[in-house]
């Protein structure tokens, strides 16, 4: 049986740091807040003044992935890249990151699921492997906030939370009759929701994109964000996606080694903890030191953590989880193969 397995993970942070000390020179807000009320103490932004895209984050975490797995970027058949945060709005950070891997006729696939993004792109793979459309395929999410984040007091609820960053994953389909791989996800999504979290302006649904009479400071221009109603969502959805992962996939929750959360904030992932009464020790966290990387964080984690040896030997088990702008959540089962 086909089985999507993975070869190599690789990630990339900007150089300039930016503790929650330094946000104090620029808003309104404290190193106590931010702590206390998402976990975060620093997050790295792109250099002031340089010009770095998404696709360029891509580039070195993809980079990485690919010496890990020992493969050529001409081995790929299928490139997949997840952001939220796209170099220019058209054509996607997948084509510019094909061009900068030096390819030119790989296919590409763009996907615009935010936190989820990465879980989206897994699950994409493993089909386009099971289905034999694809044998080696590169998944990719990363982003650039720092440029499009409103660094005044007004904008403080969300600019404290977001850092840049990328993390790439090579995955290949094996034949085995082992149970391995991708085991199981379960991906969903809600529309109704989809103002709950986003960013409004420019719009191509009004007469003029770029509203004449909107001034270019206007909060629509950044991203907006209902951080309760978020919050409340991901405490309640992510449990219940674990569960429909595990009833897919046959597994108990005993035997998961260690859960991948997407990193918004440190109290969801203890609050995910507790509900599932599970260790805390067995829940990976990184949004300390990063901030919200978005489709960035699973796969920046899973990087650290295969690094740290924490995870990566035969049968480990791990599940990934997300939920973010769409609103959109999911989750994907792993064993290592
Ligand atoms: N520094 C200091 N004070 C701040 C602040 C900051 N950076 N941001 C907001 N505040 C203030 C608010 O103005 C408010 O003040 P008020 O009581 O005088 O009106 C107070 O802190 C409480 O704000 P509130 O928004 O109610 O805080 P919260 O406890 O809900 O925490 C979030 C805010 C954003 C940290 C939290 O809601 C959250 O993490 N939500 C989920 C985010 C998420 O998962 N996103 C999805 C993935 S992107």
Redesign the pocket.
């Known amino acids: 049986m086909k089985r999507t397995v993975i070869r190599g993970t690789g990630r990339a942070l900007p150089s300039r740091l930016v503790t929650n000390d330094d946000?104090t020179k620029i808003?309104?807000?404290?190193d106590e807040?931010?702590r206390q009320?998402?976990g975060i103490e620093q997050r790295y932004w792109i250099p002031e003044g340089e010009e770095v895209g998404a696709s360029d984050l891509g580039l070195e975490a993809a980079q990485k992935a690919l010496d890990k797995a020992g493969w050529a970027a001409e081995d790929l058949d299928f490139i997949i890249f997840a952001t939220l945060s796209p170099d220019i709005t058209f054509p996607g950070a997948g084509c510019l990151l094909q061009a900068k891997l030096g390819l030119n006729s790989t296919p590409v696939l763009d996907i615009r699921q935010?936190?989820t993004g990465f879980l989206y792109g897994m699950a994409t793979a493993d089909a386009y492997i099971k289905t034999g459309l694809a044998g080696k395929v590169l998944v990719v999410g990363a982003e650039v906030h720092s440029t499009g984040l409103d660094k005044s007091?007004r904008g403080?609820?969300?600019?404290?939370?977001?850092g840049d960053g990328a993390g790439a994953v090579c995955v290949e389909g094996i034949e085995t009759d082992e149970n391995v791989g991708v085991i199981a996800s379960s991906l969903h999504a809600d529309g109704t929701a989809a103002d709950s979290?986003m960013l409004e302006l420019p719009a191509s649904r009004l007469p003029d994109r770029l509203p004449p009479d909107v001034a270019v400071d206007d909060p629509r221009y950044y991203p907006s964000?209902?951080?309760?109603?978020?919050?409340k969502?991901?405490v309640r959805k992510l449990p219940e996606v674990t569960k429909e992962v595990l009833v897919k996939a046959q597994v108990p929750l005993e035997d998961i080694d260690m859960f991948f959360p997407?990193q918004?904030?440190l109290?969801?992932n203890q609050a995910y903890a507790h509900f599932m009464k599970i260790d805390e020790s067995k829940v990976f966290n990184n949004i300390q030191k990063y901030g919200?990387t978005?489709a960035a964080s699973i796969p920046i984690a899973l990087d650290e953590a295969m690094e740290q040896n924490l995870v990566g030997k035969k049968d480990d088990t791990i599940l990934f989880l997300?939920?973010?702008?769409g609103l959109t959540w999911g989750g994907l089962l792993y064993r290592f193969a």
Do not use: P
């Open positions: 946000l808003m309104d807000t404290t807040w931010i009320r998402t935010q936190c007091t403080r609820d969300i600019t404290v939370i977001f979290l964000m209902d951080g309760k109603k978020v919050f969502k991901a997407h918004a904030n109290r969801i919200n978005t997300g939920l973010g702008a």
